[in-house]
């Protein structure tokens, strides 16, 4: 493998001369060189009406992209909302989730912050991000939500939550925030399944 932005921008360069297969062979090397200078590329790419171009752009920013480029992924969910593409932009989003910045903020601090700032469609699909990425350090932020005059904010909540405990309790951690929010869940829920649910979880932890 061959280091260094020169190469990056020679590879830029023949992605700017390349069309169909060839373009994407191009942007899966980017991708395997974890090329951070093709970003701005790669959104732009993400952002056109190619799906084909659109899904390998996406997968190469799961790789090359940082903590720092969330919030443009969250615009891009926007551009693709129902359409095809739109499950494969929240994939990359569940991906850099999963990272922490160079100043050591979590890819799932991020999120918390951006859900908070979003329409209720997008805030939505933002808590189910971190049911897929199953991060408890986003409980705090879903107990909170657990309250939200809107029921599909409230239920999307839930589900993430208990994604979340499942994950947890199968690692057989011992995590007081993942008791707490199934204790709410298994008293406080207006949804019968979801009481149930948090009260297996429960009983599991105590075995």
Do not use: W
């Not at 808590?127 to 939200?148: C, K, N, Q, S, T």
């Not at 925030?177 to 948090?198: F, G, I, K, M």
């Amino acid at each position: 493998r061959i280091k260094g932005e020169t190469v990056d921008r020679l590879l830029l360069d023949e992605l700017e001369r390349l069309k169909g297969k060839q373009k994407i062979e191009i942007i899966e090397l980017l991708a395997e060189r974890k090329s951070v200078v093709a970003v701005a590329t790669l959104f732009q790419m993400a952002r056109g009406e190619d799906s084909s171009l659109n899904r390998a752009a996406l997968h190469a920013l799961r790789t090359c992209g940082r903590v720092e480029h969330m919030p443009l992924v969250v615009e891009l969910l926007k551009t693709h909302d129902r359409s095809p593409t739109f499950r494969f932009v929240r994939e990359t989003l569940a991906s850099l989730a999963q990272k922490s910045s160079h100043s050591g903020i979590s890819g799932t601090e991020v999120l918390t912050v951006l859900a908070q700032n979003e329409s209720p469609h997008i805030r939505v699909e933002l808590i189910h991000v971190m049911g897929m990425v199953r991060d408890p350090a986003a409980l705090e932020y879903l107990e909170e939500v657990f309250e939200d005059s809107d029921s599909d904010i409230r239920l999307k909540a839930y589900e993430s939550a208990i994604r979340i405990a499942q994950m947890s309790v199968s690692r057989q951690e011992d995590n007081s925030e993942v008791n707490s929010v199934l204790q709410v869940l298994s008293e406080q829920t207006d949804q019968p399944n979801v009481r149930e649910r948090a009260k297996s979880l429960l009983n599991k932890k105590s075995e």
